[in-house]
């Protein structure tokens, strides 16, 4: 396993990815991978280290916010996030500069590049894929689905036309922070876009159901192994036509 950092700009930021790849010379598919809302944090990290060694595919852990360290608190994390979340069009601006990043590392095959993402992140995924560049597929985990949140409306961007490739939503049945009305308004959106989709619903999961440091019910932020184990294994298979 090798890793190097990967320096790319939109709109005139700096931003930083991490490229992780496994060893070998010739391209690899490559999961691009969305921090949550306080940046890219040890917790992607770890993941895009678990993809390489036990898939066998590289990851690209990329950032949406041009900052080397996660924030602490809430309301930095707000701070960052709100923005992307009402513009949705700069939203997918970034995750773009990432992909075309990605895509032109000599050790990358850009013909099978996907992506997951966790909470922001997933929701970060999910735009990417509406914008119709060439991914084989998104999984998101625990995404924010909704177009309001503390009480603001997002500048939402219709998906392109003849979108490709396939999604798979995992969320769980007690998250506070996806309605059923979101749940529809997804399945409405990408049936309407002909897409192939997926979403599996984990019936005893909080939000953040995938992150061992999440144990704050109060707040619906919760983890659960049980689900962790099943959502992993399904992003698994999911991604078996990369290999």
Not at 161 to 189: A, C, R, Y
Request: charged residues 20%; proline residues 5%.
């Amino acid at each position: 396993m090798k890793k190097e950092r990967v320096t790319y700009s939109c709109q005139d930021q700096e931003f930083t990815g991490e490229l992780i790849l496994p060893a070998g010379d010739k391209p690899h598919p490559v999961i691009m991978i969305a921090h949550a809302w306080k940046g890219r944090d040890a917790f992607v990290r770890s993941k895009g280290e678990e993809i390489c060694v036990n898939l066998g595919i590289g990851a690209f852990v990329l950032d949406l916010y041009g900052i080397e360290e996660p924030v602490e608190t809430d309301e930095e994390a707000t701070a960052l996030m709100m923005p992307l979340f009402i513009n949705r069009k700069l939203l997918r601006a970034r995750m773009g500069a990432a992909y075309e990043a990605l895509s032109s590392q000599p050790l990358v095959d850009a013909d099978r590049i996907g992506a997951i993402g966790f909470c922001f992140g997933g929701l970060a995924c999910l735009e990417l894929f509406k914008t119709g560049l060439p991914l084989k597929g998104v999984v998101a985990f625990h995404p924010v689905l909704g177009e309001t949140m503390m009480e603001q409306k997002a500048q939402t961007e219709p998906p392109a036309k003849g979108l490709s490739g396939s999604i798979l939503v995992l969320t769980g049945q007690l998250d506070p922070l996806v309605s059923q009305e979101d749940i529809n308004q997804f399945k409405k959106e990408m049936t309407e876009a002909d897409v192939d989709w997926q979403l599996h619903i984990y019936g005893k999961a909080y939000h953040a159901f995938t992150n061992p440091q999440a144990h704050d019910i109060d707040s619906g932020l919760v983890y659960d192994p049980i689900a962790n184990r099943r959502a992993w294994h399904a992003m698994a298979t999911f991604f078996t036509a990369l290999v």
